[in-house]
T-cell receptor, first 113, second 113 residues
Framework: GAGVSQSPRYKVTKRGQDVALRCDPI?????LYWYRQALGQGPEFLTYFNYEAQQDKSGLPNDRFSAERPEGSISTLTIQRTEQRDSAMYRC???????????FGQGTRLTVV | KQEVTQIPAALSVPEGENLVLNCSFTDSAIYNLQWFRQDPGKGLTSLLLIQSSQREQTSGRLNASLDKSSGRSTLYIAASQPGDSATYLC????????????FGAGTRLFVKA
């Protein structure tokens, strides 16, 4: 696609529910990153994929968070048993390789009520 | 642990002024440094990417420099315009310990017409 596409743009969910956030990277981009951004802060790294391989998941806050990229293209970030503290903007970025410019999607605003 | 600091947190200048935004990082073992622009409610737009072996990058009115040994980068904006008003974020990717990219909290710039 022309840019990184994330869906949904907005998600409101009740505490305890599971949510799945989707990222469709720029076509041909090998590297894919997930970030979480709180208001007034810079993005916080969550995880990184090289093709379908999750090469760094050191930023995932706990085991309720998981991500996959089964075919090396679209990625899904899943949060199980959501809590209010999970409310944030979740951003996805992609790049040709690990050392090239990263391009960000518009993000998914998650609100847990 | 890499920490990225951006100073000032906010800046207001009259149109036409040249300005410098600062970014400092604590671990000089970096792969690259990237400057982004973020408009309210929008995604991040990549401005410049500097590889660890480079000293500076230029794009139009923007010039970014990198001094790895002192852990500093600056973003110079020439002849500022009201359209430059945004939050500017600096992001550092380390070359050890995975693929984390650490962001600063950003500098909020307001250019007055």
């Amino acid at each position: 696609g022309a840019g990184v596409s994330q869906s949904p743009r907005y998600k409101v969910t009740k505490r305890g529910q599971d949510v799945a956030l989707r990222c469709d990277p720029i076509s041909g981009h090998v590297s894919l990153y997930w970030y979480r951004q709180a208001l007034g802060q810079g993005p916080e790294f969550l995880t990184y994929f090289n093709y379908e391989a999750q090469q760094d998941k050191s930023g995932l806050p706990n085991d309720r968070f998981s991500a996959e990229r089964p075919e090396g293209s679209i990625s899904t970030l899943t949060i199980q048993r959501t809590e209010q503290r999970d409310s944030a903007m979740y951003r996805c970025a992609s790049s040709f390789g690990g050392n090239t410019e990263a391009f960000f999607g518009q993000g998914t605003r998650l609100t847990v009520v | 642990k890499q920490e990225v600091t951006q100073i000032p947190a906010a800046l207001s200048v009259p149109e036409g002024e040249n300005l410098v935004l600062n970014c400092s990082f604590t671990d000089s073992a970096i792969y690259n440094l990237q400057w982004f622009r973020q408009d309210p409610g929008k995604g991040l737009t990549s401005l410049l990417l500097i590889q660890s072996s480079q000293r500076e990058q230029t794009s139009g009115r923007l010039n970014a420099s990198l001094d790895k040994s002192s852990g500093r980068s600056t973003l110079y904006i020439a002849a500022s315009q009201p359209g430059d008003s945004a939050t500017y974020l600096c992001a550092v990717r380390g070359n050890t310990g995975g693929f984390k990219t650490i962001f600063g909290a950003g500098t909020r710039l307001f250019v007055k017409a």
